[in-house]
């Protein structure tokens, strides 16, 4: 019984977005249970200057040097304060660039703070488009949230295409677009002198990732961002999630092999003429379960799968 009514009600969010309530950013903050000022942030060494802080939010990657400070992501205004104290504590003084992985609020909502305060923002293009105007994110069995359009001084004055380097700190700092993948803009960001990587929301360490199929993410790009990136780093690199803690090539690899499974899986039923309920009801990620906990607390890996499958074949 409990597992019908679960999918009965999954049947209904899955709808669509309209059948969502639509949440502030302070109730969708709320929802998730992130707290500003309860929460501190937590700093962890990667290698000489190179250093990952946790907050609310995406993880931050942060180069310290004798050329200032470099940073990836950056939480939310409210938690700058805190971020810059970190950073402090670790030799730095101020922000000098801040990398967007993409535009999502949870990665780049800091740059209203940061930008304003002087620091250079830098992003793939894609994802400065999506920044200058409002969006929705459909956020499954959650909400549908309307981002805001961020003011021209919080937006990226330096953006690319497929490739950029900066020689910043002794380092060198790569950033790569492989294809869309959670969106249609992400970068991910290898320090070259480390063999370390920030993924933003391509990789999560913290459950199933999220793919923003509604804005041109898809699980076939996901994967292939993910292959492309791990071409890169090889089976020593070390990996930072847009979420969770940090970690490795390994840990990739096997992300890589859940996300082909499941892709597998669901194109498999869709072929056969079963309904996404259906295809839910299956389990396609039954054993993946344990290590990225169960499907259905997450922001719907199986329907942002089959949504974005379904678009892919569409436009064949």
């Avoid at 409002?134 to 956020?139: A, D, F, G, K, V």
Wanted: include cysteine; aromatic fraction near 8%.
């Amino acid at each position: 019984m409990k597992k019908l009514m679960a999918l009965a009600a999954f049947a209904c969010i899955s709808a669509g977005a309209q059948e969502l309530e639509e949440l502030s950013l302070s109730e969708l903050l709320q929802r998730f249970g992130w707290d500003f000022e309860a929460t501190e942030i937590i700093t962890e060494k990667v290698g000489d200057g190179l250093y990952v802080l946790f907050g609310v939010g995406g993880n931050i990657a942060v180069s310290v040097g004798e050329q200032g400070v470099l940073i990836v992501d950056d939480m939310f205004p409210e938690m700058i304060p805190k971020v810059e104290a970190a950073i402090k504590e670790i030799g730095g003084d101020g922000i000098d660039f801040a990398i967007n992985t993409h535009w999502h609020f949870d990665h780049a909502e800091g740059n209203l703070a940061v930008g304003p305060a002087g620091t250079w923002i830098v992003a793939h293009e894609h994802s400065a488009q999506m920044m200058a105007k409002s969006n929705p994110i459909y956020l499954p069995r959650v909400t549908t949230y309307q981002q805001q359009a961020y003011p021209a001084d919080a937006r990226p004055a330096i953006t690319y295409d497929d490739r950029m380097r900066f020689h910043f700190n002794g380092d060198v700092i790569d950033l790569i677009h492989a294809g869309p993948a959670h969106t249609a803009g992400d970068t991910a960001v290898i320090f070259r002198n480390h063999n370390a990587v920030h993924f933003g929301d391509v990789f999560n360490n913290a459950g199933y990732p999220f793919i923003d199929a509604d804005s041109g993410g898809g699980i076939n790009g996901m994967i292939t961002f993910c292959e492309a990136v791990l071409a890169e780093i090889g089976d020593d690199g070390i990996v930072i999630p847009g979420h969770g803690p940090v970690t490795d090539s390994a840990a990739l690899k096997a992300y890589i092999h859940m996300l082909k499974t499941v892709r597998d899986r669901v194109s498999a039923m869709m072929a056969e003429g079963k309904s996404l309920l259906e295809i839910v009801a299956s389990r396609p990620t039954a054993e993946f379960d344990e290590t990225y906990g169960p499907e259905m607390n997450s922001l719907g890996l199986v329907d942002r799968a089959y949504t974005s499958l379904k678009r892919d074949a569409e436009c064949r």
